[in-house]
């Protein structure tokens, strides 16, 4: 206790000194904090569900086809479900949304389609009610389409608590549901923002082999291993499974030429597979700032024990032992961190507050982000271990200087040994080199972001508005989307306004040209695929290379017209010629079902700006289509955002049950595809420049000891004729030298 009030009075008595060693601990560890929530939250921290360590995801990949991760067909899941020994549980799922409230206040609403045995396989219970029934996923004719299950926040917000509420109807898409189950509060499935739940139903003729490679990606499968099983085990079945089904299939071959498999993979791991890299990369950033920051410390620590050798000296001289002088030097130190790691805990949740601005809360998982007290004790018990680790220098300082030479000499003129000089200047050299590693890190990682966002995405994104409507399957959506548009187009302001299946920044589909075999060892390649209706082309700004766009007319007329990008077209006809080529859909060659190319458009960036070759995108023309979400897309001369309230409006005007939601400019759509870039570059960019601030001070700081150090000499020199300039040049280049070795070494780590 002696020693802790000593450690006290000394560190009030250099306020200076105190308070810029706290605030390099604060900002050091509170940033390393802040990065480490994000990653324990989202990488490391298990999910939600019982064992979910069991939990894993399986999914269908054509890699020769281009389509490296698909989903999983309804056809997959009735034939696997009950026949792979190593799962006790398997289900499937898919995202949506749709139109839910009474009419005329109806409202987008997200939601979840799932089999029956979705939350048996994630170990959930319900909070009431029950899940689903397997005639509930069926559709047969005479059956109304009739359940739902709600989330409690649902409950709570929508159906004000109503403990009745198992039986009562909800409208989802114009059709009454009846509510079976209600959700326990925590419960949240990965991402999802889904706020009810509705069977995926599916008639018997869709469950057939014919249907097995049909899937657009959107229907994802899940499984639970059996206690014991492991995932190989699990992927060999698969395999196993697939091979057996696969031998009447007519197209196991073409299946086989374009690689297909079905890949079993931790679901945890696989949902935050994208992100990974670049939080561990972020992580490594933050820890070298927290590394240049316990160098510059221990730095000022060895200045200040410089300047107290004499103190220590006298209290060896009178008794005091080795273990004596390292506890106080111990004691003084921790405490010093301590504090600065209580500080650190504010800074850290400020970070946090940061990272969620720079959108961090939209990453996989992101909306579990949180400062808890387990993270607490992390950062407090990483305080004191840094305390600890610094201390040791400091401590060798003190017990390795000469009791005599100390004592003998004059505070003024005192010396500390090369030993220690050189440590002191080696902290420097390793400050400069760390802080100019995440210098170049970040440079690199801006160079990086500039050159992505000068990609082109192949369209004019500046001023277009674009939002997401649901159509039930109780309505026909061309004649909506037709009244609709019109009704758009007579708006003050608007250039032009179209509707798509899927905007870009989507998933792919077979399109193939008639006739077309692949060369030897090469396979039918997978394109993205849209239905387009109204000036579509026009609102995107999406340039036309020959022929004509696709227009509203298209989608009444009998003859079946298409237009290709031109990535598509020179992959089937390099020299021209696309014009005139027919080309049918999925698996379907049949004549009549063939579309004619009119018009070749030019490549958009259809998944993200730095995919590294275009996969050629087909555009249909809006068919009759139930049940489907549509994209609005409008071109304006205002702001865009301005013009979502008149949309909102017009769609509810057009048709009272209907609803558009998702509203975000092209701009905006095209910023948040490069959250996982922009937000590191900036931090990068923050961390860098902190480090480079330490490294500043950390070198002012033993320059202006080296001086103060040699005042005297540096006096009798001038007395004796030295210039100011050589005295200058002389402290100059130990600052130049410590500078170069510091960026030697730092240009070699990076």
Known sequence: MSNLRYALRQLREAPAFTLTALATV???????????????????????????????????????????????????????????????????????????????????????????????????NLAMGRTFTEEEATIAKGKGNGVAIVTDAYWRQRLNSDPNV????????????KIVGVLPPDFRFLSSEARLFLPIRSRPAERTPQQRHSDDGGTHMIARLKPGATMAEAQSQIDAHNAAVEEDNPQAKMMAEAGFRSLVRPLHAEHVRSIRPTLLLMQAGVFFLLLIGAVNLANLLLIRASGRVKEMAIRRSMGASRAHVVRQVMIETVLLTFVGGLLGLVVGTWGIRLLEVLGADRLPLGAHIAFDGWLALIGLAGAGVLGIGIAVPVAWFNLSSHLAHVLQSESRTGTVSRAAQRLRHGFIVAQIALAF??????????????????????????????????????????PFLDRLLEAIGQQPGVGAAGAITNVPLSRKSAVTPKGYVPPAGQSLQGHYSYQVTGDYFTALGIPLREGRFLTSADSHRADRVCVVDEDFARRYWPHGGALGQRVFQGSDSDDAKLFTIVGVVGAVKQAELTEPQGQGAVYLPFMDSDGINIFVVTRTSQRPEAFAETLRKLVRATNSDLAIDNLRSMDTRIAESLIARRSPALLAGIFAGVALLLATIGTYGVLSYAVAQRTREIGIRMALGAQRGQIGTQFLSLGLRLLAAGTILGLMGA
């Open 26 to 124: 604060a900002i050091c560890l509170g940033a390393n904090l802040a990065i480490f929530a994000v990653i324990n939250s989202i990488l490391l921290r298990p999910l939600p569900f019982p064992q979910s360590d069991r939990l894993v995801t399986i999914f269908n990949t054509y890699p020769k086809a281009g389509v490296e991760r698909d989903g999983s067909s309804v056809t997959n899941y009735y034939e696997r479900r009950g026949n792979l020994p190593a799962f006790s549980s398997l289900s499937i799922f898919r995202d949506g949304s749709e139109v839910v409230g009474e009419t005329g206040a109806a409202e987008q609403t997200e939601i979840m389609r799932v089999s029956p045995d979705f939350f048996a396989t994630l170990g959930v």
């Open 166 to 177: 198992l039986g009562r109807d909800i409208r989802v898409n114009t059709m009454p549901r």
């Open 437 to 478: 590693v995440l210098l170049a890190g970040a440079a690199l990682l801006g160079l990086s972001l500039k050159k992505v966002m000068a990609v082109s995405p192949g369209f004019r994104a500046d001023h277009v508005l674009t939002g997401e409507v649901t159509v039930p399957f109780s309505y026909n959506a061309r």
